[in-house]
């Protein structure tokens, strides 16, 4: 397969030494309070790449954490390649280290000293040694399409991964694993937005990979446009969403039974919602196959909000207008320790549900905010078996309770939740106000 990834260190795993040079103000131009004090500058990158390394597309996203630490200690931030100037360093010894990020993710570290004399000239070594995380850029199709070869197979299981959209990019549906099927691997998506263009799903995720999107927005096709899946399809893997991360605008048609999930669907895997949005997701199709319009929880999966996470705006044409949990065999279970679910429509069905439908499995609820749903058929918002526009739980098969969990993770319940609430829920620290 021809490598269309633009790969960032090229799998290296080397020390660099860096030269870092330390000048005395020996400009004629300048004029020195203090002949005991002297400047530090350090090539960052840029052409020389002295400092760090990786392509042009990644040099300009890094962050750069620069101590100076000795007679006294200097701090810098630095983002970006180029030079930074430390003016007025007292003359001394000083240890160097320096921190070096990509939105947020680990990229290197180095370390180094220098002895600084006023009026001279110093030179020093920082030896950088790179993260145990390799780098890829994507900045087009091709290069998502791609993401499936950059593990190299079963090779490339058990390492560590980072993907950095350095552009906004419009990329196809797939039915396959985004990254093939490399187990035990962890991925980080972070950078610019990435749209859907046609059918399927815009991330898929497998067995044993854990996949972490930091503020990336995943965009479907919109309502006028009928994908046949769901926006993110989890199947045994773990998907994590960070900062600002949203999940939305896509409307997905199902013809199959309990099927749905316009936004996310999880079966046997984990979603964990630590913060961003799931909105304008709509779940559509037959009467038993249109259910969860943001998060459909299924066989074996485990959804958790928590930050300030939001599940607003979607719909179902069943039931479970934002997050819908089902499955007989191995029930599926959400809780949420904090987020607000809001604005969010079960359109139809026997169960409702605006904003939850438990029609088979846990939910538990620690803190958070369920408001302005509504519930079915035809926004019926009165109480009824069919109305329930904050939350439905199923009779004998489904279980909704608010309360609390200590540090060893053991529940325990303040109350349950009734067969259908139509009114606001707000539970704070375990109990329902």
Known sequence: MKNTIKLSAAMRRITIIALITVVGFTFASCVWDDANEGTVTINLGGNTKAAAWGSDEILG???????????TKIERSVKGGGTVTINAVPAGSYDITMEVSCYGIDYATGKGSVDVKGGQSNSAVVHIQKSDTTFFTASGESDWSGLSSITGGTAGASKKYAVIVTKNITVPGTSDNTFGNAANIEVTIAGNPVTLSSAGSLLRIGTGQTITVTDVQLKGQGASVQNTTSLVYIDGGTFTMNGSASVY???????STLVGGGGVYVTNGTFNMNGGTVSGNYATGTASAGIGGGVFVYEGGNF??????????NKAESSGGGVWLSGS?????FRMNNGTIYGNQSMGGNQ???????????FRMVNGTIYGNIGAPNGN?????TGSAALYVGSGSGSAQH???DSGGNWSSQGTFGGYVDNTIIVVNGNRL
Do not use: Q, R, W
């Not at 605008?249 to 013809?255: L, W």
């Not at 409702?352 to 846990?362: A, P």
């Not at 918002?381 to 078996?385: A, I, L, Y």
């Open 249 to 255: 605008d896509n409307t997905a048609s199902f013809t």
């Open 403 to 405: 309360g609390t969990y």
């Open 329 to 333: 065999a191995s029930p599926p279970t």
């Open 381 to 385: 918002t009165s109480p009824g078996t």
């Open 61 to 71: 996203h890094l962050d750069y954490e620069i101590k100076l630490t000795g007679k």
């Open 304 to 313: 958790t909000m928590s930050g300030n996470a939001k599940v607003y705006n």
């Open 352 to 362: 409702g549900g605006g904003g939850v439908c438990v029609s088979y499995g846990t």
